[in-house]
């Protein structure tokens, strides 16, 4: 098969792209709740308004593909991104940040179907294991820098000196002095422009979607959702991108609510540390995936994960400030065993079971939501604990999966061969 790099290039500069969208809502939470005068389930609101989208979205975003092609999803998805991003820079309101965060996770999920088969195609099949970890890894760098540009925008914003920096000129002009955290909206806006632009200039190669990436049917949904390991599995990636929101998208707020450090710098580092650790993270899961069950790495790392929640909830200022970024170290690892721990538990459908795991990210938006809830009314540190429960059930998994098929590690290669010998 030949390669395409461009197509590789495109596609891996989309999977930055969306990180970088989506993974700035955390260091913004003490400054929607400041600026916009609402209570923590307002606040969680937002982030349920993202991530519902992906729910909303997942499952129709595969049979747009299907019928209408990459090109046009991800031009159609950038350009929705762009509408998103740009209404709430004009109207930075309360009530529009919610439609528009609600429209640029539609967007965002549309990619997200899109852009994996395409991967496969540009780059081969014998290099799609890389590229995707490639992927992964640009993911987590975005995620890395989105906070990083948050603090540097607000910092070079708030004060009224003249500023020789061309682009701080016009973000002072179009941004409202207040709000200076609203300028991201207008480099989101500006960036999901050029990948339209981009996208539409490019060619894209003829993808013939293998049986496992096809949408599937009503009746193979059906046949599915009648399992309880399919609830199960469904579960499983819910509480996971649960704990994964539930705790990035409070780190800043809880920092500066309980331990008084200010969000616009020591609470975004602690956000943009929670990502880079997650990157870091997953090469680690590499090598050890290479050695151990990946039921036991999944418990190993629950495990990490719950100490290191413990420690950030109830430790003092400076072990707080440390340990919430290594929930994010332990936590890298979950998302792949538990999407291959349930692809390799059943025989069957696996394009339509992946539609219906990629509709578990809801979790993403529920958690939040739900812990801005118990936060008004208990504290946020009470809210936060409901992460145990999540955790633990990720935890579980450890000890009930039972995949059809195990992952490859060097003691099963060395069994194989003594019996082939």
């Known amino acids: 098969m030949t390669r395409n790099r461009y197509m590789v290039g495109l596609v891996l500069l989309t999977f930055f792209v969306i990180s970088l969208l989506t993974n700035i809502l955390g260091p913004i939470v003490p400054d929607i709740i400041s600026n916009f005068h609402v209570s923590l389930t307002a606040a969680g609101f937002l982030v349920f308004a993202f991530f519902i989208a992906y729910g909303v979205m997942s499952i129709p975003a595969g049979f747009l593909v299907e019928r209408f092609t990459e090109k046009p ?57 890389f590229n995707e970890v490639l992927a992964q890894l640009l993911f987590g760098a975005a995620s890395f820098i989105s906070p990083q540009v948050y603090s540097y925008l607000v910092l070079n914003l708030s004060h009224r000196r003249h500023e020789p920096n061309v682009l701080l000129r016009v973000l002072k002009r179009v941004t409202p002095n207040a709000l200076p955290w609203v300028s991201l909206y207008w480099i989101f806006t500006a960036i999901a422009f050029v990948m339209v632009l981009v996208l539409f200039a490019s060619r894209f190669p003829r993808v013939h979607h293998t049986a496992e990436e096809r949408p599937g ?60 650790l997650m990157t870091s993270g997953c090469l680690a899961g590499v090598l050890l995936l290479k050695i151990f069950d990946s039921r036991r790495i999944l418990i190993g790392a629950a495990t990490g994960a719950l100490f290191s929640l413990s420690l950030a909830l109830f430790g003092p200022a400076s072990v707080s400030m440390i340990a919430f970024p290594f929930v994010g170290f332990f936590a890298s690892v979950m998302w792949p065993i538990l999407i291959s721990l349930a692809l390799n538990s059943v025989a069957e459908y696996h394009g339509s079971f992946t539609g219906i795991l990629a509709t578990g990210i809801i979790g993403g938006a529920v958690m939040p939501a739900v812990i801005g809830r118990i936060g008004d009314h208990v504290g946020l540190r009470s809210g936060m604990a409901l992460l145990y429960l999540t955790f633990g059930f990720v935890f579980s998994v450890g000890f009930w999966a039972k995949p059809l098929v195990n992952n490859a590690t060097l003691r099963l290669n060395r069994a194989d061969i003594s019996a082939a010998t």
């Open 73 to 129: 999803v991800m031009i159609s998805a950038f350009a929705v991104a762009m509408l998103g991003s740009m209404s709430f820079a004009l109207f930075p309101e309360y009530k529009v940040a919610v439609i528009s965060l609600f429209v640029i996770g539609a967007g965002m999920a549309m990619l997200q179907v899109a852009i994996n088969p395409l991967l496969r195609v540009s780059g081969g099949e014998e290099h799609f294991a």
């Open 217 to 276: 049917t009503l009746q193979m949904y059906g046949s599915l959702v009648r399992r309880r390991l399919v609830w199960l599995y469904f579960l499983a990636i819910f509480t996971y991108v649960g704990c994964e929101q539930g705790t990035a998208n409070w780190i800043s707020q809880f920092l500066s609510q309980y331990h008084h450090f200010d969000p616009h710098t020591t609470g975004a580092r602690a956000v943009s540390w929670f990502w880079g």
